[in-house]
């Protein structure tokens, strides 16, 4: 029993700390839990077997913590997800305007014209005096987040949809829109970042 704890132990511990760290849902995060809570009980028989009592006292309470979190995940931040899931699905079928989840924004991606990916949703910056979105902050290029370089694009030049965010601006556009400073973005829109045309020809004003 001990020996097979042994290797449990420290397995489903690696295996959910890439599950959480991943970030790829509410869902996977909450399973990552679960595979903490196994993790934690093979900690324990591990320390208890070895007569390593800071082991087992430290893991007891781990087991406690990760316990809350598959309540936080797979409980009520689902419950969450699901209900803004149905929302958006009436919405779609209803003769009004189709729903999109804030809480499914940060983080999603976002393709261009012709269906690619451009980039991943990071932020976005509203506006107090109002109802407004003033910009979004777009995440482009970079791998699980090195070298990354973040923009601002005008809300006007994305769509929200179920397949998730689109935007009419080509990767070249987008690649010309300057670089937001880490820790300091701008107060507004750049002046240099592309609005979205108005109906009449004229530029819309933005958020």
């Known amino acids: 029993m001990d020996q097979i704890a042994g290797w449990v132990a ?22 990552g839990f679960v595979v903490f809570v196994v993790g934690s009980i093979a900690w324990s028989v591990v320390g208890l077997t070895s007569g390593q009592t800071n082991l087992l006292l430290s893991n007891a309470f781990l087991l406690v913590v ?13 419950t ?11 919405s779609a079928r209803a003769r009004v305007p189709t729903l999109f989840s804030a809480g499914g924004l940060i983080g999603a991606g976002v393709t261009g014209p012709d269906g690619a990916a451009v980039g991943t949703v990071v932020d976005a910056m509203l506006r107090c005096d109002g109802r407004d979105i003033a910009y979004v902050v777009l995440g482009r290029g970079g791998v699980a987040g090195l070298g990354e370089e973040l923009v601002a694009v005008d809300p006007h030049r994305l769509v929200f949809g179920p397949e998730g965010v689109a935007t009419d601006l080509t990767r070249d556009e987008l690649a010309r829109l300057p670089v937001l400073e880490d820790g300091n973005w701008p107060e507004a829109l750049p002046p240099c970042a592309p609005r979205a045309v108005s109906p009449a020809g004229g530029r819309a004003a933005a958020t």
Do not use: F, K
């Open 10 to 31: 420290p397995a489903a511990t690696m295996i959910a700390a890439m599950m959480t760290a991943a970030n790829l849902g509410t869902r996977v995060t909450g399973w």
């Open 66 to 78: 990760n316990i809350v979190g598959v309540w936080r995940w797979l409980g009520r931040q689902a």
């Open 80 to 90: 969450y997800e699901d209900g803004s899931r149905a929302a958006a699905a009436r």
